[in-house]
T-cell receptor
Framework: NAGVTQTPKFQVLKTGQSMTLQCAQD?????MYWYRQDPGMGLRLIYY???????DKGEVPNGYNVSRLNKREFSLRLESAAPSQTSVYFC?????????????FGPGTRLTVT | AQSVTQLGSHVSVSEGALVLLRCNYS??????LFWYVQYPNQGLQLLLK??????LVKGINGFEAEFKKSETSFHLTKPSAHMSDAAEYFC????????????FGQGTELSVKP
């Protein structure tokens, strides 16, 4: 039982390049989330998916797209990376309908955009 | 919009001393409340959570938190700090009836001096 896994662990991009961050969970959770973590700002929600086939914007969605490929996988895509997207990205999942919605986090992807 | 405020971005205590990390939220309806811990270069791990019922909540590693509705607070405490407690701590709220989304505070980095 691996929990929430993320790939890659580290990535360096040049401005304008694109990439996809992958996330998978093996806990049969319905809900999945993408956050970014920046110093002094805590974690901010980028996008979330309450169930397979649905996605919604969070607090900071600009510059990102997501795909809920199936119940297990939720990917985050940067179409044209910008230095402002340098951050640590976390994926999380939770069981729907079972308040209080404890979220389980992956180990993170550290992204640098030069 | 709901917000979470953690007083003090950095707290330093001596080993064996009391740990007190402060968290206040803005909400007229008590949300679900969480404390997460993040060790260096890792994802977030749930320490404890408040849903309903008993206002003093016990978590892992000897931590506990008390929900005080009148003060809209959920401060985290541990009677005796250990070197292994050095980490970043995040308070988070899940607003009632908003599908499990978490709103995080800015985080407090705890240092423990020998």
């Amino acid at each position: 039982n691996a929990g929430v896994t993320q790939t890659p662990k580290f990535q360096v991009l040049k401005t304008g390049q694109s990439m996809t961050l992958q996330c998978a969970q093996d806990m049969n959770h319905n809900s999945m989330y993408w956050y970014r973590q920046d110093p002094g700002m805590g974690l901010r929600l980028i996008y979330y998916s309450a169930s397979e086939g649905t996605t919604d914007k969070g607090e900071v969605p600009n510059g990102y797209n997501v795909s809920r490929l199936n119940k297990r996988e939720f990917s985050l895509r940067l179409e044209s990376a910008a230095p402002s997207q340098t951050s640590v990205y976390f994926c999380a999942s939770s069981a729907e309908g079972a308040a209080p919605y404890e979220q389980y986090f992956g180990p993170g992807t550290r992204l640098t955009v030069t | 919009a709901q917000s979470v405020t953690q007083l003090g971005s950095h707290v330093s205590v001596s080993e064996g001393a009391l740990v007190l990390l402060r968290c206040n939220y803005s909400s007229s309806v008590p949300p679900y409340l969480f404390w997460y811990v993040q060790y260096p270069n890792q994802g977030l791990q749930l320490l404890l959570k408040y849903t309903t019922g008993a206002t003093l909540v016990k978590g892992i590693n000897g931590f506990e938190a008390e929900f005080k509705k009148s003060e809209t607070s959920f401060h985290l405490t541990k009677p005796s700090a250990h070197m292994s407690d050095a980490a970043e701590y995040f308070c988070a709220v899940s607003p009632y009836n908003q599908g499990g989304k978490l709103i995080f505070g800015q985080g407090t980095e705890l240092s423990v001096k020998p």
